[in-house]
């Protein structure tokens, strides 16, 4: 499942139900209110929007759909695949760049100037027909996660005639490919982070530099100096790469769950992890991520998305779900776990919100708040501690 996001309305490739377009403008109540169902057998797998144009990939065909009235998506025209299936689209300029899903290695260029009519402009395979697993447009050059061969750059100047400018063998599987400024960042699987160059009129891809993280990177986010990786099993790993030829391990975080995608919005970090939904850290010192809490959600959160002030979850059988980042009213992220200690022991109980700052906080026990005092503190912060016979009566 993908999405994305404007204005009032989310726009969900649901691989079962099709393309679904949901009112998100109160988020505590998001409501369906268009759809377009596909043919058995369809897999949508993307979704991309341009204005009030929906494009759409799925197993069957590429797709565009006319949004202006979401309750009533209009079909505009598609181009049908017999051999494959399409599966990551991008849109730039007049264009859409569509990746294949099915192992034969295939970036196709349509010319998208007139929905109605998508013009197949031109057709770009790898060398050694690897798949393509993903794709980023930045001006002239389509930059190409290729798996298991790394990553490609295609010249798309004339969108007719795409060629295969330069290639790198990178030491993983190229999974994910982010573009931002002169640097393309990858995440490179069991290679960890690479950050790559490629300057026009060069024949070669320069490896800057790069960093083996613990587990399998499989996407990145960059903010500022900061790169902000997916990492599997070793859940997420923040890397500065402020000098690009020696990215440094700044911090990590377990998740539990493997880490499959990543949003960053000021200093707190969002990471899927599949069946443990979604893991909140602040950030706030790099160095150190702690994690504040957690959204459990009913499906497999699997992709993210922040628009404004919330944050959109692809949460698989459990649909698509929305978060409000900065709610009038806070809520909590991490409720205090049942504790035992002997007596004469000292206990501590956290508890985490997210709110309008500043968040105040209140203890309390059978309903009448905690003081400090004696043995206890903390009564009105998020750690609770105390110790001894007076707070296994109070405060247990």
Partial sequence: MALQVVGRYAYVADRKLGLVVVDVNDPSKPAVVGAAAFPAGGYTSDVELRGSTVFLADRESFRVFDATEPSALKTLGSLSRNTSFYWQTEIAGDFAYVTDGAGIGELSIFDVREPAEPKVLGRYKPLGGAPFV????AGDYAWLAVGSRGVEVVQVRDPAKPVRIASLDTPGYGDAVL???PYAYL????GGLQVLQ????SLN????GGLDTPGNAVDVQVVGTLAYIADGPAGLQIIDVTDPRAP???GSQATGDSALDVEVAGNYVFVATGASGVQILDASDPAAPVRIGSLDTPGYARKLRISGSRLFVADGEGGLLIYDLVPSRPFVTQQPQNLRVAVGEQAVLSAAALGDEPLTYQWRKDGVALVD?????GGTTPTLRGGGTRFARQGG
Avoid: K, N, Q, W
């Fill in 134 to 137: 993903d794709v980023a447009v």
């Fill in 248 to 250: 440094a391990a700044r």
């Fill in 373 to 377: 005092g004696g043995r206890i503190s």
């Fill in 187 to 190: 995440a490179d699987g069991s």
């Fill in 198 to 201: 490629f300057t026009p009129g």
């Fill in 179 to 181: 573009v931002e400024g």
């Fill in 205 to 208: 891809i320069g490896r800057l």
